[in-house]
C-alpha cells in the first residue's frame, strides 16, 4: 500500500484540545497531502506540501496547520478541536514522475471530537 | 477553482449487468481524471486513470471515457460482480498537483 502510515489509527478527544495527526511515508515521495472525508462530501482538501517546509492551504484548511520537517514525514494540528472537524483523515502521497502522478493513500485517521 | 459534479449518488444494479458513473468538471485547464474505488472501512484506492489526450482507456472489465469539449468523463463497469459494490470517486486535476473529488457514487451489485 504505498509505503504510507498514519497514526494514530483512532482518536477521540474533547472540543478544545490540540490534536496532531501524524503521516509517514518510506518511498522519499515530493508531494504529500491531507484530506478529510466526510459522508455527502467526499474527501476535501486539507493542505499540502510539495517539498520540506513547503506547504500550501487546500480547500478546507480553515482551523487545520500543517508541517513538514522532513521528507517522510507530513503532520496535521488542530489547534483547538471542535466537533465539526470529528472526521475520518486521509494523508495521501504522490511522486512526481510520469506515469506515477496518481496520489495514493494512507488507510486513514478517525477522529472524534465530543 | 475547480468544480466536479459527480452522478449518481447512488446506482444498484443486478449481478452481470453494466454500470456508468458519469462526471463532469468545470475547468477547461484539467488535463488528468483518476477514478478511485473505497470498500467499507478502507481507504480509497486507484481502479483507472486517465490524461486529457487520450479519449479511452479500458483495464479488463472497466473503462473511462473522456469528452473534453463537453468537460465530462465516465466510468464503466461492464459484467458487474457483488465484489464490485463499494463508493466509487472520480477526481479532476490541473497540472497533477492537486485533486477536486465528486462527492461519490454508491454502487451496489445484487447477485
Known amino acids: 500500500d504505498a509505503g504510507i502510515t498514519q497514526s494514530p489509527r483512532h482518536k477521540v478527544t474533547e472540543t478544545g484540545t490540540p490534536v496532531t495527526l501524524r503521516c509517514h511515508q518510506t518511498?522519499?515521495?515530493?508531494?504529500m497531502y491531507w484530506y478529510r472525508q466526510d459522508p455527502g462530501h467526499g474527501l476535501r482538501l486539507i493542505h499540502y506540501?510539495?517539498?520540506?517546509?513547503?506547504?500550501d492551504k487546500g480547500e478546507v484548511s480553515d482551523g487545520y496547520s500543517v508541517s513538514r520537517s522532513k521528507t517522510e514525514d507530513f503532520l496535521l494540528t488542530l489547534e483547538s478541536a471542535t466537533s465539526s472537524q470529528t472526521s475520518v483523515y486521509f494523508c495521501?502521497?504522490?511522486?512526481?514522475?510520469?506515469?506515477?502522478?496518481?496520489?495514493?493513500f494512507g488507510p486513514g485517521t478517525r477522529l472524534t471530537v465530543l | 477553482g475547480e468544480n466536479v459534479e459527480q452522478h449518481p449518488s447512488t446506482l444498484s444494479v443486478q449481478e452481470g449487468d453494466s454500470a456508468v458513473i458519469k462526471c463532469t468538471y468545470s475547468?477547461?485547464?484539467?488535463?488528468?481524471f483518476p477514478w478511485y474505488k473505497q470498500e467499507l472501512g478502507k481507504r480509497p484506492q486507484l481502479i483507472i486513470d486517465?490524461?486529457?489526450?487520450?479519449g479511452e482507456k479500458k483495464d479488463q472489465r472497466i473503462a473511462v471515457t473522456l469528452n473534453k469539449t463537453a468537460k465530462h468523463f465516465s466510468l464503466h463497469i461492464t459484467e458487474t460482480q457483488p465484489e464490485d459494490s463499494a463508493v466509487y470517486f472520480c477526481?479532476?486535476?490541473?497540472?497533477?498537483?492537486?485533486?477536486?473529488f465528486g462527492k461519490g457514487t454508491m454502487l451496489l451489485v445484487s447477485p
Open positions: 495521501a502521497i504522490r511522486g512526481v514522475v510520469t506515469d506515477t502522478d496518481t496520489q495514493y
Open positions: 518511498e522519499n515521495h515530493r508531494y
Open positions: 506540501s510539495y517539498g520540506v517546509k513547503d506547504t
Open positions: 486517465i490524461r486529457s489526450n487520450v
Open positions: 477526481a479532476a486535476s490541473v497540472g497533477y498537483s492537486t485533486l477536486t
Open positions: 475547468d477547461s485547464a484539467s488535463n488528468y
